[in-house]
T-cell receptor, first 118, second 115 residues
């Protein structure tokens, strides 16, 4: 069974500080996908990144960067120079790809509530 | 159109009412999902439809009845709900081609309150 662990329940940092959100996953499959989603107070889940298990390159998108380490089953997310608008709950998620299409499940971690203090 | 649209955004219903949640996407995705999210918890999968057929039911009580009339629409029929069913209900869609998952797109959800 697949499992995603986000050990940090809540994090508060002062604006402009860097912050890293941790994500550790478990899966038996060799082909899988990892995601990060942002959920602001309004409730919608905003897609941030998708990474497949064969691509271990780190990725940077503006102030966001992601560090995928297969050896430690981790997919950490760093926000550089944080801003108040980054305040939200962030979910890491894992999807295994079943042989028969239609049985994919997206399993979420418990989320990290990030508060950026002005 | 890269959106998943859910209606209504808010719903208050009594325990004897019958109501329906609607979800629509026009991205050509052939898998659609219902998730339930309680406050301060992650989304939990309820149902998966693949090519308009129910492929996964995560042991959801029968008072929740999903329906997929066509490849763009997904409904969730509600009947005789309990106050503990109050939650944010999220719809999502995805496309998988040759075992490549092209992401999941979520709607903004229906916030349901059962009184």
């Amino acid at each position: 069974a697949q499992k995603v662990t986000q050990a940090q329940t809540e994090i508060s940092v002062v604006e402009k500080e860097d912050v890293t959100l941790d994500c550790v996953y478990e899966t038996r499959d060799t082909t899988y996908y990892l995601f990060w989603y942002k959920q602001p107070p309004s409730g919608e889940l905003v897609f941030l990144i998708r990474r497949n298990s064969f691509d271990e390159q780190n990725e940077i998108s503006g102030r966001y960067s992601w560090n995928f380490q297969k050896s430690t089953s981790s997919f950490n997310f760093t926000i550089t120079a944080s801003q108040v608008v980054d305040s939200a709950v962030y979910f890491c998620a894992l999807s295994e790809v079943e042989r028969d299409f239609g049985n994919e499940k997206l399993t979420f971690g418990t989320g990290t509530r990030l508060t950026i203090i002005p | 159109d890269t959106e998943v649209t859910q209606t209504p955004k808010h719903l208050v219903m009594g325990m004897t009412n019958k109501k329906s949640l609607k979800c629509e996407q026009h991205m050509g995705h052939r898998a659609m999902y219902w998730y339930k999210q309680k406050a301060k918890k992650p989304p939990e999968l309820m149902f998966v439809y693949s090519y308009e057929k129910l492929s996964i039911n995560e042991s959801v009580p029968s008072r929740f009845s999903p329906e997929c009339p066509n490849s763009s629409l997904l409904n969730l029929h509600l009947h005789a709900l309990q106050p503990e069913d109050s939650a944010l209900y999220l719809c999502a869609s995805s496309q998988v081609i040759f075992r490549t998952v092209y992401g999941y797109t979520f709607g903004s959800g229906t916030r349901l309150t059962v009184v």
